[in-house]
């Protein structure tokens, strides 16, 4: 039966309006864009997929996935769940894994082609440009660009296109609400210079992850100048917020400067709103990325592999993380409790041009601090 020209066109745009949401258009799959895309990507030595359906068609074939991650077990168990829920067809399993040793070993399996039983694998910062080379290298943010991967771009690393980030934490300042009255309260992180803060008047982390966090913002030099002035003041240096946060509940110290949004949450709901711990978002925000994750070189499920990534980062998976880490979603995903919070703010981010230089930073604070020691107790 031939067709009219206008019954092409209204059947053309009615199969473009039943195809799954998140799925390239025909006009799209056919586009210049995404060929474009595709021969960018390949040019650079990346794999380009230009079908949702393709990928999961492939998954499908594969029917497994392995995933090693460094988010908490109850995390990964929920999202593992919720995943095989999505793709009853996956047989897939996750992983926690942890501890620098652990992340060693495993780069040394990666090397000697041994870690051929995990398709997912986590990517440590501090070792970040040992992975890389490991990892499979899926043009992951063209495709997010091009909408074959439902992935928020700024999750994807710009240059290392193939990695991915799932999660983050962000530095406040703790306080104790009975102790320190409202006005007292520091409005930005230059109020603890104030001379009332002078004098062992606040807890500070030996290990500056959060004044790290700043040079994003700052610059290296303000920081530096920055610790300098904080080491004048003679605070209570300390090792591990965790630790520090009791103190502050207690009210033996009213403030702790740059303990994680998370913990934070955490403590509040163990004292079930009866305890004096509170808390203060400073701009800028210093913010840090974490939970970065790939697919092996050698991985047997790669395809399964994408759709996994693409899952822990769309709403439903960063909601998981936020119930079960908890608060730990990414601040790049749109409605997680850090983006909720952080929403209108100035953010200073750790983020993709700066992680692997955060050890440098913190050495450098360290000596800037006048070389501090924790707190005997």
């Not at 730990?328 to 692997?356: F, Y």
Request: charged residues 25%; glycine residues 8%.
């Amino acid at each position: 039966m031939k067709l009219s020209s206008l019954a092409k066109i209204v059947l053309f745009v009615m199969t473009g309006a039943l195809l799954p949401r998140g799925a390239p258009s025909l006009a799209a799959a056919a586009g210049p864009a995404l060929s474009k895309a595709k021969q960018e990507a390949e040019a650079k030595g990346y794999i380009f997929l230009t079908s949702h359906d393709e990928i999961a068609a492939k998954a499908k074939s594969e029917g497994r996935l392995r995933v090693m991650g460094s988010l908490d077990a109850d995390s990964l168990k929920a999202l593992n769940a919720a995943f095989r829920k999505k793709y009853p067809f996956i047989d897939s399993q996750a992983q926690e894994i942890s501890g620098q040793e652990v992340y060693m070993r495993m780069i040394q399996e990666m090397k000697a082609g041994l870690a051929k039983d995990w398709d997912v694998n986590y990517v440590a910062f501090d070792l970040y440009e040992e992975y890389l080379p490991l990892q499979k290298k899926f043009d992951i943010l063209g495709m997010a660009q091009q909408g074959i991967l439902q992935i928020p771009v700024k999750m994807i690393d710009p240059v290392n296109r193939h990695i991915v980030v799932v999660a983050s934490d962000i530095q406040v300042l703790a306080y104790n609400n009975k102790n320190l009255p409202p006005e007292k309260v520091p409005n930005q992180w230059g109020d603890l210079l104030r001379e009332d803060f002078k004098g062992r008047k606040f807890m500070i982390d030996i290990r500056p992850k959060d004044v790290a966090a700043l040079v994003p913002a700052w610059g290296l030099e303000k920081v530096l100048d920055y610790a300098r002035k904080i080491g004048a003041q003679n605070p209570v240096w300390v090792r591990g917020n965790s630790r520090a946060m009791p103190m502050v509940q207690t009210g033996e110290h009213n403030v702790l400067v740059g303990p994680n949004f998370s913990t934070i949450l955490r403590a509040q709901e163990k004292a079930k709103g009866a305890g004096a711990l509170a808390y203060k978002v400073l701009e800028p925000v210093p913010t840090r990325l974490n939970e970065a994750q790939g697919i092996l070189k050698v991985a047997s499920n790669p395809h399964a592999a994408l759709l996994w990534l693409e899952f822990v980062c769309s709403p439903e998976g960063q909601k998981l993380i936020d119930q079960h880490e908890p608060y730990g979603g990414s601040i790049l995903s749109p409605g997680s409790a850090q983006e909720k919070v952080t929403r209108g703010m100035k953010l200073s981010v750790i983020d993709w041009g700066h992680v692997t230089k955060i050890e440098d930073y913190q050495k450098k604070i360290v000596e800037a601090y006048g070389f501090p020691r924790a707190e005997k107790r």
